[in-house]
């Protein structure tokens, strides 16, 4: 089992910046592959960026690919994503996700989600 629980949501004006962040109970972090999807309102919740394990490898959806980074601190069991050059496009719900060994971007394929934490980018 695993709790994840996000943090560091807000307003931001556009072309700023945020950092998430994801905290993870349990002594198995390190065998979760960890995503972030985001949910904008009236829309289905969609794929951000994915992280390996050990955080070697990493993947992004298009339309962040360049101005977010994620990456994870097994020691303390945390999941961060660096979010640079905001647009207003990027309002939404974040969520982190875990499942088990290897990555992917379907959302079916977690297991384990966090409350979200809400980004709102102001024009």
């Known amino acids: 089992q695993v709790q994840l629980v996000e943090s560091g949501g807000g307003l931001v004006q556009a072309g700023g910046s945020l950092r998430l962040s994801c905290a993870a109970s349990?002594?198995?972090?390190?065998?979760?592959?960890m995503g972030w999807f985001r949910q904008a309102p009236g829309k289905e919740r969609e794929f951000v960026a994915v992280?390996?394990?050990?955080?070697?490898?990493?993947y992004y959806a298009d339309s962040v690919k360049g101005r977010f980074t994620i990456s994870r601190d097994n020691a303390k069991n945390t999941l961060y994503l660096q979010m640079n050059s905001l647009k207003p496009e990027d309002t939404a719900v974040y969520y982190c996700?875990?499942?088990?060994?290897?990555?992917?971007?379907?959302?079916?394929?977690?297991?384990?989600w966090g409350q979200g934490t809400q980004v709102t980018v102001s024009s």
């Open positions: 349990g002594r198995t972090f390190s065998t979760y592959a």
């Open positions: 992280v390996s394990m050990q955080g070697g490898t990493t």
């Open positions: 996700a875990a499942k088990r060994l290897v990555t992917s971007v379907r959302e079916n394929d977690y297991n384990y």
